[in-house]
């Protein structure tokens, strides 16, 4: 009786971790399912910038994967652009085109992929919620403490500590597109949080809106209206030390510094030691 009661215990707790296996690996496919589907999505959503101002993002994109944007200020003030002609920054009489600008393209950073190797150590877990009034789910993502370790080097490049190490989808259930995304350090503090407050999906959206205006000034590098303001420069500084091109340069820099103070001590040294000799030459 007792060795048939612990075969039953032992089949129901295999049973669990099997059924847990199964639900992590589901949470995992919805999750890449919903990056994907979010990629090729057409929205026109609002939301608020990390500054407070209201905007709202149009975004179309086509069957051959290319991506037209708007970023409208609510209060007028002006908006950002990308089309087939370039990006631009408007305000008022004012168009300027610009090659980079975080307010408008931090939108896509919802969908932004997981590294592979990465994805091979993380924990996936899912719940029901309401966001932005849509019926949706939550995959949270974590990496168990007994993988941190592991991934201190992806791809042969040091893991920075300030790269999150939890992160939490919130996915649209009908449409399966990624409606807010957060990040968490280490500590569980909130680091990122990008997410729409309203959205609408799949609209009719005249071709004018995403049109280039009359007037633009060929200024590669300006931007409209000091639009990277301290907050856009503190997210692009953080967005790009995050991925892996960041943590190229920052390595580089690191290596040029430490390079650059131990010639400095070599040279002081050598230059002591000359006048070292140089002295007792004299006496």
């Known amino acids: 009786m007792m060795l048939t009661l612990k075969k ?7 049973s669990l971790g099997g059924a847990s296996s199964f639900a992590a690996k589901a949470d995992k496919t919805l999750l890449l399912e919903a990056m994907k589907k979010s990629e090729a999505a057409s929205y026109i959503a609002t939301a608020k910038l990390d500054d407070g101002k209201d905007v709202t993002i149009t ?5 051959d994967g290319n991506v037209l944007k708007k970023l409208q200020y609510l209060d007028n003030s002006g908006f950002m652009l990308q089309n087939n002609d370039g990006v ?30 990465e994805l091979k150590l993380l924990d996936f877990s899912a719940e029901n919620t309401t966001y932005a009034d849509r019926d949706c789910i939550k995959i949270t993502v974590t990496i168990p403490s007994a993988n941190i370790e592991k991934l201190k080097l992806i791809g042969g490049f040091a893991w920075p500590k300030y790269k999150a190490v939890n992160r939490a989808f919130t996915i649209d259930r009908e449409s399966k597109i990624i409606l807010r995304r957060e990040h968490f350090d280490t500590n569980g503090k909130l680091i990122s949080d990008i997410g729409f407050i309203k959205i609408q999906l799949n609209p009719e959206i005249p071709e004018a809106e995403f049109s ?7 200024k590669m590098f ?3 209206a000091n639009a990277q303001t301290n907050v856009a420069k503190k997210d692009l500084k953080n967005r790009t030390e995050s991925s892996m091109p960041g943590r190229i340069i920052q390595n580089i820099k690191r290596t040029w510094i430490f390079l650059s103070v131990t010639v400095a001590i070599f040279l002081l040294v050598l230059a002591a030691t000359f006048m070292r000799k140089k002295s007792d030459r004299k006496l």
């Open 8 to 14: 039953v215990v032992i089949f129901l707790l295999i």
């Open 59 to 63: 975004r179309h994109a086509d069957p």
């Open 88 to 117: 631009f920054a408007s305000s008022g009489d004012k168009t300027t085109r610009i090659l980079w600008n975080s307010s408008l393209f931090m939108w896509d950073d919802l969908f932004r992929e997981i590294h592979p190797d």
């Open 212 to 218: 280039t205006p009359r007037h633009v000034e060929d």
């Open 222 to 224: 300006t931007t409209l």
